[in-house]
């Protein structure tokens, strides 16, 4: 039942040594001293923006019953190879009283391109009950390609031009004029799979919720099996403002046995943040 939280938290919900991060950057500057195409290569310039700050938390739900956290956060810009980029962090946890049964810790970074609004790194440390999986994603948007480091194991492989992660392709969501009724298709990444990701608008509601009411749009990603977080079946909504702001306020998908939902509980609109004084998920 848990295991099905980070599929809505992505488009919630999807340290390496310093030894280990030396491999990666010397596998990707053998490979593009191979196949360097910057000559005649230009950045793309979507002439977009994000919060350079901000902070949203969502309750986590089965059916009514509340069994854990997530958070969504830009904290800032950073530099990933020279190009500034926002820095994307998301996490998931059950609560307490759950983690006796079905711990859940899972963090997802991304730093998406402040300009092209391309995924240039992604970062993954997912533990669910006794599983464990941390992977590194680098994009090489010049030649087409990714480095994926899976603890160790190197894979350098083909992808798409301006291609997304999963924690990206939301943000990335978030910079597009939406209409109800319209299908949006952009190319997203995650492990060793590149696809086409379709999402559909399907129309405009009005949510109350315990951070406020919000006029929004409701969104239908085209779920995908064996692809990282999107790997489900059945149905997916995802509900964005339809304000400038395009913020994330809640997330829903059905399971055969009821349904999970996650839904803003508090967020930083300003220097602040209105919190929420329900239970709190678990610490470490």
């Not at 596998?27 to 793309?44: H, K, Y």
């Not at 958070?71 to 609560?95: D, P």
């Not at 399971?255 to 609109?269: K, M, N, V």
Request: proline share 1%; aromatic share 14%.
């Amino acid at each position: 039942m848990i295991s099905k939280t980070k599929i809505i938290i992505i488009f919630i919900f999807i340290s390496l040594n310093l030894y280990a991060e030396d491999i990666n950057q010397k596998i990707c500057s053998n490979f593009n001293a191979e196949t360097d195409n910057t000559v005649n290569f230009q950045w793309r310039n979507l002439e977009k923006t994000l919060p350079k700050e901000e902070k949203i938390l969502f309750d986590v739900y089965w059916k009514f019953v509340k069994v854990g956290r997530a958070t969504l956060e830009i904290r800032g810009f950073e530099y990933i190879n020279g190009r500034k980029a926002y820095h994307l962090y998301s996490t998931a946890k059950t609560l307490s009283l759950l983690d006796n049964f079905y711990k859940v810790r899972d963090e997802n970074q991304s730093w998406i391109d402040s300009e092209s609004f391309c995924s240039l790194k992604f970062y993954a440390d997912i533990r669910e009950g006794g599983w464990i999986k941390k992977q590194k994603i680098d994009f090489d948007h010049i030649n087409e390609k990714y480095v994926l480091d899976e603890q160790g194991e190197f894979t350098v492989g083909n992808t798409k031009r301006w291609v997304q992660d999963v924690l990206s392709s939301l943000y990335y969501f978030r910079t597009v004029n939406l209409e109800v009724g319209d299908e949006y298709f952009f190319d997203a990444h995650a492990g060793k799979d590149t696809w086409i990701l379709k999402t559909k608008v399907t129309g405009r509601e009005t949510l109350k919720t315990d951070a406020g009411i919000f006029d929004c749009f409701v969104l239908e990603p085209a779920m995908r099996e064996n692809a990282g977080i999107f790997k489900a079946k059945g149905e997916l909504k995802v509900w964005i403002t339809a304000d400038a702001r395009r913020m994330p306020v809640k997330m829903k998908t059905k399971i055969p046995i009821g349904s999970i939902t996650a839904e803003i509980s508090s967020y930083r609109d300003t220097n602040e943040i209105k919190e929420d004084k329900s239970e709190t998920a678990g610490n470490n």
